[in-house]
């Protein structure tokens, strides 16, 4: 059945596949990468590797949009199946281990053939390469990388009487604070929330920040092991679910990822958490002083890395590995780090990106772009599973089971205990 | 055609029908609130997107914005093959199966029918899983023709054609035939033209099916060269970094733009050809 | 005649309209029975028979309860508002209303528009305080509410979204048969002294019936095939209370990537789906063609 299809289909794909134009002396490489409307990202991107095309005219390089990152890992295993991977892309590096077990992708350490490239590989900040390494080989070259950061509204400080400078300390004092925030009209509706987080899309990465302050991380270095009912954990969920639930100083419910910013912007939420790669954006759009700092502490502070590793794909035709290595190390170098550090509010993952000459006028006239700086002793590496997938879904659904009050916290995160052990039993030995 | 058909019966008092006329006028509003809304936010800067004032400034940024953020202009040619992939495929396999149907009697006739119809229930949708493992074993992942492949025979086509064929009157069939003309040349000469009006419904349901098709292609495309508009407005719109309503209102105008300005100079054949294709 | 040619011809008409069904609807579908039973390769791992396993999982898979009771609600809730909704509109445009071209034009554009286009729209009409919804719905005193972050509200607003998508469509199918409707049967009501409701009640809905059958069904099926707009306001949250079996198939399969596992949920979607055919083709076809 499968042949006569075949014999059919390769009739239709003579008629219909669009043959790419590539001349037959230049390497070209597909490059996948996450992108989302709102930032400039897609021309900050194209523009580097217009830039890199240029210094190396036998690579040719299609960079190719690939939607948020879990589609992203949907399509790069889709490919790697169907034998024709991207020679690279960017995906979180919470997905590290799925890509090892499914084979997929290349360890770095193979295309080291310098003296040069092991420095440009250690050069890296520990913090970002925690989630690259598994069985002592180098898995992925940090890229977008982010963490969470604390934003808030000055005007709104001022409106409540607080020093418009100083950004709540620890988690009282977010309680505090957002209690003073709260602005409700005339009929008891609530104009402004005090505080919010998002819990769509990755609500495990913000209880990671969370549990990280409460001393506590979410899983093993191994990626085999999670830690979701820890009674610290527990608290940290339930700290997360009293400021909505007990204070009702946060917008009851589940708070979309993508409405939370636009929340702060529009003044309805005087202080938010969210990632990093937001401070460009926010800056730029709001229409008050913004205040920034890391995360507020609990018994520590603590704050978990996030955002996404350029990975080299195993199966694709070598010269297009070695083109794509060429291609990582150019958007990694200490230059382009700081370039894009600047441009998107990505972190600069390299210390030398830190002190470049543009680097340092750049935080001369914007210092809030170094505030994710001052996180770096507090960063926790990123929470990180075989079958990721399924076990981020399982905690998520937890947490937000919690957040909407059908669960208790400590019964939720058994629950979702319980059934990561049953996804990681296969991979623990 | 649709006329104004007055219903003569009388009986409740003035008032009642007035409200009757205000709800129905406040139906309509509720349902077109969201497309002028849609019409409202991508014409208009971000700030107006919850403040509406009559003299707000008119502007197209937000389309030149969107059209250099994603590669339209591929989406829509992606579209436009695939669209004329299925189209012609599934007009010709459907009008052969079809005229099988309406004039040949062989054993097998009605179980052969009756199976395919089962398209019409278990769609392509439930078994993507299945299909998907198919597309890959051909090495049609990320193709356009793996994106039409579960759509080329389509079973409400070989139905309302097979229900067009049988009002055919014999005569015209036999007068041909006394002519010498073979069956392929009955078909072509005397069926086909006679169902015209229907193929032209057909395809306009087909048409704007296709265009708006998003779950399939979504699971078996993955780049720019074979993702059709639905899955590049997805791709475009997922919100990692905050969203503006502006220009994705933009770009969900821009993709519908040719079905839209279709539907809008083509109202009544367009409903017209809707109902048809819907009479059994 | 040359019998023996004839007998061919249709076998040859219908080669290629049987090739592609078979290949993308009969074979797939008892693959999926088939490898519902297997377990998935993996790595050097060969595939292996498990029986009734992934099964036993499915019963013992909260996610899928909840996923089986979301589209039961969602089809009970859609269909007939659906129907409801199609019905009036289609009674509104063919009445002798002022400006029913324009209203038939409003009710139909949300069937054209693409489904995703249309629900990123939405998000932002359910955006909580100032999205679309609250802004209006404040004007009347209401408080502010997180549509879609709140369980007892977010399965229903994938339903509103749905509902106004489709309504439009399924009109269309009640004005042809009003149009075809006797006038007569009107004005003999009238001259009757029936009133408008009674006659809507006794004549015209009777007469509607098979449309709405036909509407039903095709509603129903809607209800199982769409779930662009999950994907997009959603996705299934919060904590499962909008995910519906599809969107579930779509996760295990293309997220997770255990398609034995998708095998076996989509199999449960297939027994469904044959079951309402076979009320389709069984038992309501018959009626009609008896009334």
Redesign the interface.
């Known amino acids: 059945m499968r042949k006569v299809l075949k014999g059919m289909a390769s009739l239709l794909g003579a008629t219909f596949l669009t043959i790419s134009a590539a001349s037959s002396a230049q390497v070209e490489l597909d490059f996948y990468y996450p992108v989302a409307v709102g930032g400039p990202i897609t021309k900050i991107v194209e523009d580097m590797i217009g830039r890199f095309e240029q210094a190396n005219p036998d690579i040719k390089v299609n960079a190719v949009y690939s939607g948020t990152n879990p589609e992203t890992l949907s399509k790069v295993l889709t490919a790697s199946r169907a034998g024709k991977p991207p020679a690279m892309a960017v995906m979180t590096a919470l997905d590290m281990y799925t890509l090892v077990d499914e084979d997929v992708i290349a360890p770095i350490d193979d295309f080291l053939k310098t003296e040069e490239d092991k420095a440009w590989l250690a050069g890296f900040e520990p913090a970002f390469m925690w989630n690259s390494q598994h069985d002592g080989k180098t898995w992925a070259v940090p890229f977008q990388r982010s963490t969470t950061l604390f934003y808030w509204n000055k005007d709104a400080f001022k409106a409540a009487g607080l020093d418009p400078e100083v950004g709540p300390q620890n988690w009282q004092e977010i309680i505090d604070f957002a209690t003073k925030l709260t602005v409700k009209d005339a009929s008891g509706n609530v104009t402004q929330w005090g505080v919010q987080a998002p819990s769509t899309l990755v609500p495990y990465w913000i209880l990671q920040g969370y549990a990280a302050q409460n001393g506590a991380r979410l899983g093993d270095e191994t990626g085999t092991k999670t830690y979701f009912d820890k009674p610290e954990v527990v608290e940290a969920l339930q700290f997360w679910a009293d400021l909505g639930q007990k204070y009702k100083v946060m917008k009851p419910g589940v708070i979309e990822w993508a409405t939370n910013p636009k929340d702060f912007l529009e003044g309805r939420a005087a202080m938010i958490t969210t990632t990093s790669g937001n401070l460009t954006n926010i800056k730029n759009t709001a229409k008050f002083p913004i205040g920034v700092q890391i995360m507020p502490g609990h018994k520590q502070r603590g704050a978990p890395t996030g955002g996404s590793n350029m990975y080299i794909m195993k199966d694709a035709p070598a010269e297009q590995q070695e083109a794509a290595f060429k291609l990582a190390k150019f958007l990694a170098s200490t230059e382009l780090a700081s370039e894009w550090s600047i441009k998107t509010g990505y972190v600069a993952t390299r210390a030398d990106a830190w002190e470049t000459d543009a680097m340092k006028a750049y935080l001369k006239e914007f210092p809030l772009a170094g505030v994710s700086r001052e996180q770096f002793p507090y960063l926790i590496p990123e929470f990180s599973t075989h079958d990721s997938q399924r076990v981020q879904r399982a905690i998520d659904d937890a947490i937000q089971a919690v957040l909407v009050g059908s669960k208790s916290a400590e019964e939720a995160l058994k629950a979702a205990q319980q059934e990561a052990e049953r996804i990681l039993k296969p991979y623990q030995d | 055609m649709i006329q104004a058909n007055a219903s003569p019966i009388a009986g409740t008092n003035g008032a009642s029908r007035a409200l009757e006329t205000v709800g129905a006028y406040m139906l309509a509003l509720l349902w077109a609130l969201p497309f002028l809304y849609v019409v409202w936010t991508a014409f208009h800067s971000a700030e107006y997107e919850v403040n509406f004032n009559l003299f707000a400034p008119i502007t197209l940024e937000n389309f030149v914005t969107a059209w250099h953020s994603a590669p339209f202009a591929r989406y829509f040619l992606n579209t436009f093959m695939l669209i004329t992939m299925v189209l012609a495929s599934q007009l010709v396999v459907c009008t052969l199966a079809a005229y099988a149907f309406a004039k040949y009697d062989f054993p097998g006739k009605t179980i052969l029918f009756f199976l395919v119809l089962v398209q019409l229930m278990i769609m392509p949708e439930a078994l993507m899983v299945e299909n998907y493992a198919t597309a890959a074993s051909l090495g049609l992942v990320d193709t356009i023709v793996a994106m039409g492949l579960p759509y080329l025979a389509s079973a409400f086509g070989i139905f309302l054609l097979r229900q067009t064929f049988m009002t055919v009157p014999k005569e015209l069939d036999d007068a041909a035939r006394i002519e010498g003309a073979g069956p392929l040349k009955i078909l072509l000469k005397v069926y086909v033209p006679l169902a015209k009006p229907v193929y032209i419904a057909y395809g306009l349901v087909s048409v704007s099916y296709h265009w708006n098709n998003l779950l399939w292609p979504l699971v078996v495309t993955n780049s720019v060269t074979t993702r059709p508009l639905t899955v590049g407005l997805q791709v475009f719109s997922s919100p990692d970094q905050g969203v503006q309503w502006g220009i994705i209102s933009a770009a969900a105008l821009m993709t519908s733009a040719p079905l839209l300005i279709g539907f809008l100079l083509f109202q009544r054949q367009f409903v017209q050809s809707f109902m048809r294709a819907g009479i059994k | 005649m040359a019998r023996s040619r004839?007998?061919l011809?249709?076998?040859i008409?219908?080669l290629?309209?049987?090739?592609?069904?078979?290949?993308?609807?009969?074979?797939?579908?008892v693959?999926?029975m088939v490898?519902s039973l297997y377990r998935l390769p993996k790595?050097s791992r060969p595939a292996k028979f498990v029986g009734t396993e992934h099964y036993v999982s499915m019963i013992n898979d909260p996610?899928f309860w909840a996923s089986l009771k979301n589209s039961m609600i969602y089809a009970l809730g859609t269909v007939p508002m659906a129907i409801g909704l199609s019905m009036?509109?289609a009674i509104?445009?063919?009445?002798?209303?002022k400006?029913?071209?324009?209203?038939?034009?409003?009710?139909?554009?949300?069937?054209?528009?693409?489904?995703?286009?249309?629900a990123?729209?939405?998000?932002?009409?359910y955006?909580?305080?100032?999205g679309?919804i609250d802004?209006f719905l404040?004007l009347f005193?209401f408080?502010?509410h997180?549509w879609?972050?709140?369980?007892d509200t977010a399965l229903g607003s994938l339903m509103v979204t749905a509902i106004?998508k489709e309504?439009?469509?399924f009109m269309?199918?009640y004005?042809?048969a009003?149009?075809q409707m006797n006038?007569t049967l009107?004005?003999a009501?009238?001259l009757e002294g029936?009133?408008?409701w009674y006659?809507f009640r006794r004549v015209t809905f009777p007469l509607l019936m098979?449309t709405t059958l036909?509407v039903m069904i095709n509603a129903i099926?809607n209800s199982?095939?769409l779930?662009?707009h999950v994907?997009?306001l959603t996705?299934g949250?919060?904590?499962?209370?909008s995910t519906i079996l599809?969107y579930y198939?779509?996760?295990v399969?293309?997220?997770?990537?255990?398609?034995a596992y998708?095998?076996a949920l989509?199999m449960v979607?297939?027994v469904i789906?044959?079951g309402?055919?076979f009320i389709?083709?069984g038992i309501l076809d018959r009626k009609i063609h008896y009334k």
């Not at chain 3, 290629?16 to 579908?29: E, G, I, K, M, S």
């Not at chain 3, 879609?148 to 369980?151: Q, R």
């Not at chain 3, 949250?237 to 209370?241: E, H, K, R, V």
Request: neutral net charge; proline residues 8%.
């Open positions: 004839f007998q011809a249709p076998w008409l219908l290629p309209a049987t090739v592609l069904l078979v290949a993308f609807t009969h074979y797939p579908a693959m999926t490898k790595g996610v009036l509109m509104i445009v063919n009445s002798a209303i400006g029913r071209s324009l209203m038939r034009m409003f009710f139909f554009l949300p069937t054209i528009l693409p489904m995703i286009a249309v990123n729209i939405w998000l932002f009409f955006t909580p305080s100032y679309l802004q404040s005193g408080e502010q997180n879609l972050g709140d369980p106004w309504a439009g469509f269309i199918f004005l042809a009003l149009q006038p009107a004005e009501a009238a029936a009133g408008r006659f098979p036909f099926i199982f095939r779930i662009d994907i997009v996705r949250g919060p904590d499962n209370a599809l198939i779509y996760m399969a293309f997220r997770y990537w255990d398609t998708a095998s989509t979607l297939l789906l044959a309402l055919a389709q083709f």
